[in-house]
């Protein structure tokens, strides 16, 4: 039997990355499911070898509830190579206060022992970030669900880019058309801020927020 959970996540500062080559990093404003699925895992104290066992089992997502600002800074990345360094520079993007919703779905015994351990603040290790950086700050409003709702509309969060059918956007909106890493090559995710998507098919959600795969898919 499967169960969902939905909490909100507070952070200090933020900053989500996802390798696409051995040199660059490209910044997200939204993690995806590999970093929600290692926040929770950690929760419960799985390690990273469990975590790659595992992840494949669940389904993820996150939702941008809001945010208090966002600084852009040039960083100096190296690359090591035989017998010569290369060097090249990259804009990172730095997240103050962003406050998220964070799903997953999968295992009931699994889900309730996080309800379990979220509502009574018991985390065996600190969430932490893998290749991200971010300083945790609080996490409320656990809230199960035994069923999934289906929509092709979504807001504040991504989509793969096959999914893509249209946005409504205001004056007010971000959105991104990066890359990410499935299964070796880079694919195209597309995020977004004050953001309404209009999607090709249904996904399933709970308490708003899509559920896919650690690739990202449906």
Avoid at 128 to 152: Q, R, S, V
């Amino acid at each position: 039997m499967e169960r969902g959970l939905t909490v909100d996540v507070l952070f200090d500062l933020a900053h989500f990355r996802v390798h696409t080559t051995m040199k660059s990093r490209v910044s997200y404003l939204i993690p995806l499911p590999t970093t929600v699925i290692g926040f929770f895992f950690s929760i419960l104290g799985k390690s990273r070898e469990e975590y790659i066992k595992e992840r494949t089992k669940f389904k993820a997502g996150a939702r941008l509830l809001e945010i208090k600002g966002v600084c852009r800074e040039n960083a100096q990345l190296l690359k090591l190579k035989r017998s010569r360094e290369e060097r090249t520079t990259e804009e990172l993007i730095i997240l103050f206060r962003p406050k998220y919703r964070y799903a997953i779905w999968g295992n009931k015994e699994t889900i309730d022992k996080l309800y379990k351990r979220i509502n009574e603040f018991d985390f065996e290790f600190v969430p932490y970030a893998g290749i991200n950086d971010f300083i945790f700050f609080d996490i409320e409003n656990p809230k199960l669900y035994d069923e999934y709702e289906e929509t092709d509309e979504i807001e504040n969060t991504y989509l793969p880019q096959n999914l893509f059918g249209s946005l409504e956007m205001t004056e007010n909106s971000i959105v991104y058309n990066l890359p990410y890493v499935y299964t070796g090559l880079p694919k195209t995710v597309v995020m977004g801020l004050n953001v309404k998507f209009k999607l090709k098919e249904k996904v399933n959600v709970i308490g708003g927020v899509p559920l896919y795969d650690c690739f990202l898919r449906l």
